[in-house]
């Protein structure tokens, strides 16, 4: 089982950059595809990107292609997101999961642990 906390979150201007972090607990954090999801008020929770256990391969969602950046590092057990040239639209909880599955899963059905969330929310 691993457990989940998500930090980094906060209020920013449109254009502007802000760095997720997620810290994991439990030995085996590395065996785990980690992955960040978002949901902002009134809609579904959406995929955002997917990092695999070793960190070698990662997949995004359309919309984030080259201005989000997923990264691992296993020996401290954190999972990060870094995203860039931030838009009004990019407002919402972003959520830290982590799933045994192997492949790069943008399905939130396939992810077993969630963190609480951290809110992002950029201004016009």
């Known amino acids: 089982q691993v457990q989940l906390v998500e930090s980094g979150g906060g209020l920013v201007q449109a254009g502007g950059s802000l760095r997720l972090s997620c810290a994991a607990s439990?030995?085996?954090?590395?065996?785990?595809?980690m992955a960040w999801f978002r949901q902002a008020p009134g809609k579904e929770r959406e995929f955002v990107a997917v990092?695999?256990?070793?960190?070698?391969?990662?997949y995004y969602a359309d919309s984030k292609k080259g201005r989000f950046t997923i990264s691992r590092d296993n020996a401290k057990n954190t999972v990060s997101l870094q995203m860039n040239s931030l838009k009004p639209e990019d407002t919402a909880v972003y959520y830290c999961?982590?799933?045994?599955?192997?492949?790069?899963?943008?399905?939130?059905?396939?992810?077993?642990?969630w963190g609480q969330g951290t809110q992002v929310t950029v201004s016009s």
């Open positions: 990092i695999s256990w070793r960190g070698g391969s990662t």
């Open positions: 439990g030995r085996t954090f590395s065996s785990y595809t």
């Open positions: 999961a982590a799933t045994r599955f192997l492949g790069l899963s943008s399905s939130s059905h396939d992810y077993d642990y």
